[in-house]
C-alpha cells in the first residue's frame, strides 16, 4: 500500500488535473466500481493535415500495398484458444478468436492484426496473441535490421510518416510490442509499420512504465495456456478551470498526427487449465518511470470501452471470465 | 469583396486563436491551393463515459432496435444518379450512390443514411439525396410531432441522451436537416434520433449561419436534377502560445458527448443536363450570424477529407467533375 501510494505520488507530480469527465461519466451511474479505483483519479490525466494531387484513385499507391500484408475481410473467426505456433492465414483467427473490435481498416500482419484510426493517424486498436513458444527463441532475428517505415496499405491523406516525428520530441512507440515478435524478422519488421506506432513520451513511459507493462504480459504469456493482447491510444477528456470537460491532444507534423492522452492494454489470459482471467489497464502517456506496480493502473473494463469506442473480446461470454483485475467475477 | 471582409471581421471577432495545424498540413504540402482560400485561415478556428451492468450482450438492448431502421451491409451500391421520388430499401442505394465513405455503424433511414462514431458519440457522417419534388409540400407533416429520441440502435455505452444536452448551453442541431425530410413525418422524425444531432452553438450558428448554409443546399436541389449531401463534424487543431498544435474540444453530459469544433458539408450537384458540380464548406462552430456569404466558407475538397479521416463521393471518377467551389476543374 506504500508503494502504491508513493507511485500514485509520483504520477500526480508528473501530470496536471485529473482524468475529469471521464470520471465524471463512470461516478455517475457506477459508483461502486468507480470508487475500488478512485486511487487512479490521481494518476490517468489527458495533457489534420496534408495534401498529394487530383485523383483520389491514383493518389492511393493500391500496387505499393504488400501483398502478404493483405487486407482481410473479417467474417466469424473460428475460436482456437489452443496455441500452437502457426504461420499464416490461420494465425488471424488465432488472433481474433474473441471478435473485431471494430472492422473498418482493419490490417492483418503475420503476427499481429490492426485497425487504423485514419483521423487520427494511429491505429484504433491493435491485437496480438502470446505464447510461451513464440516468445522462446529470440537468437534468428535482429532489432537493427528493422527500420521505422510508412505504411503503404494507408492512403496518403491518412498516413503518419518518419517526418512527422522528426524533432517532435516523442518516441515513435509501439503498440504491439517489437519483442513480442520475435518469431521471424518478417513479425518483428511489421511491428515497425507506422501505423503500429504512435507518438509516446520516451523517458518515464515508452521506455519505462510502458516497457514494464508489456514484460508483464510476456510474463503472464509465459505462466498461462495464451495471452490475447490489446492495445490502443486514448484520447480522455480532464476537467479545466472553467468547470467544463474538455478533450485536448497534441498534433505533431505535416500530417497531424494525434498525441494520444493515455494508452491502454487489455490482457485476456487463458491459464493451462482453460479458464480465462482479463486485466485491464491505462496508463497516462507521461513520465511515470519503471519501478511501477502495473496493477496500479488497474481500471474497469468499460471505462477502456467508453473511452474507445468499442467492445473488448465481445466473443468471450463474460461469464466465462474467473476474474477480471485479479477478482473474482 | 467587402461583405466578404465584413464577414470574415464578424467571425474573427467572435473566434480566438487561428485554423493552426490542420493548414499548417496544408500549406506545406499544397501551397497553392491554400493561399486561393487563405482568407478563411481568419474565419475557421477551433474553440466519456458512463455505464449499465455486466453482460455487453445483455445491455444491448437489440430488441428496442426499430424493425425499419435496420443497419444494412453496405455491399456495392448501385449508381443511380436521376432523381425520382422512391421510398423503401431502394432509397439506400440512390443516396450512397457514389459510396459510403466508411462502413463500420452504419444506419439507414428511410430518407438519409449515418456512421456513427462511437468514440465521440456524434455522427461520423450523414448522407441525403436532395430533390426539388421531395421538398415540395411541407404540408402533410409537422415539426411538432416530433421529439429527440435515444437512438435504441446505438450500445448504451456510446449513446447520446438528451440527459447530455441538458443545461450544456448547446442547441440540439440537426445534420440530416429536418426541412430537408418532410416527405413524411416518419421521415422527419427520423432526424430526430440522437445519432443525428450535434451539440451546436444556438444563437449565430445553429439557428442562423447553418441554417443558411442547409437553406442554400435546399435551394440547390431545386435548381439541380438533385444534390448529394454530406455532413458532419470535424475537430480541427490550432496553434497554441507554445507554438505547438492541439485538439481541443468540450465534451458534455454523463456521456461526455463531443463538442465539434467545425461542421462541413459538402454538395454534389447534379445539373438537369446530367453535369457534376461539387461544393465544399467548412463552418466553425461559433456565432456567425445568418448575412454571411456561404461560398465564404469554400475549402478545398481534401481539407475536411484529411480532417474527417475519409474521402467525399469516392466512386465518382474526379474527371466527372465540371466545377469544384464554383471553379472550373
Not at 271 to 286: L, Q
Amino acid at each position: 500500500m506504500a508503494t502504491r501510494k508513493a507511485t500514485a505520488a509520483i504520477i500526480a507530480t508528473a501530470t496536471c488535473t485529473g482524468v475529469g469527465g471521464f470520471f465524471f461519466g463512470l461516478s455517475f451511474k457506477d459508483r461502486d466500481r468507480f470508487l475500488v479505483h478512485a486511487q487512479l483519479k490521481d494518476v490517468l490525466q489527458p495533457s489534420s493535415l496534408a495534401p498529394p494531387a487530383n485523383s483520389t484513385a491514383a493518389v492511393f499507391d493500391a500496387g505499393a500495398l504488400r501483398e502478404k500484408n493483405s487486407m482481410i475481410s473479417p467474417s466469424s473467426p473460428s475460436p482456437s484458444p489452443t496455441a500452437v505456433a502457426t504461420v499464416g492465414p490461420h494465425r488471424v483467427s488465432e488472433i481474433m478468436a474473441y471478435g473485431f473490435p471494430t472492422t473498418d481498416y482493419v490490417r492483418s500482419r503475420s503476427d499481429y492484426v490492426l485497425a487504423y484510426d485514419r483521423k487520427n493517424r494511429n491505429a484504433l486498436w491493435v491485437a496480438e496473441h502470446l505464447t510461451a513458444e513464440r516468445l522462446l527463441d529470440r537468437t534468428k532475428v535482429s532489432r537493427k535490421l528493422s527500420a521505422f517505415q510508412e505504411d503503404q496499405s494507408v492512403h496518403p491523406y491518412f498516413r503518419s510518416t518518419n517526418e512527422d516525428y522528426r524533432a517532435s520530441g516523442f518516441d515513435r512507440g509501439h503498440l504491439a510490442a517489437a519483442a513480442n515478435h520475435w518469431v521471424s524478422q518478417d513479425s518483428l519488421d511489421e511491428t515497425f509499420f507506422l501505423s503500429n506506432i504512435s507518438p509516446q513520451v520516451g523517458v518515464g513511459f515508452n521506455r519505462d512504465a510502458w516497457n514494464t507493462l508489456e514484460k508483464y504480459s510476456r510474463d503472464k504469456a509465459k505462466s498461462n495456456r495464451s495471452v490475447f493482447v490489446m492495445t490502443g491510444p486514448l484520447y480522455l477528456p480532464s476537467l479545466e478551470q472553467d468547470g467544463k470537460h474538455y478533450v485536448k491532444y497534441q498534433v505533431i507534423g505535416p500530417n497531424s498526427v494525434a498525441v494520444p492522452t493515455h494508452f491502454f492494454k487489455a490482457l485476456l489470459c487463458q491459464s493451462a487449465t482453460g479458464e480465462f482471467h482479463m486485466e485491464c489497464f491505462v496508463m497516462p502517456n507521461k513520465p511515470i518511470g519503471s519501478t511501477i506496480r502495473v496493477t496500479d493502473f488497474y481500471v474497469p473494463r468499460d471505462m477502456i470501452e467508453r473511452a474507445a469506442g468499442f467492445l473488448l473480446f465481445e466473443g468471450l461470454p463474460r461469464s466465462a471470465l474467473k476474474t477480471m483485475n485479479g477478482r473474482k467475477v
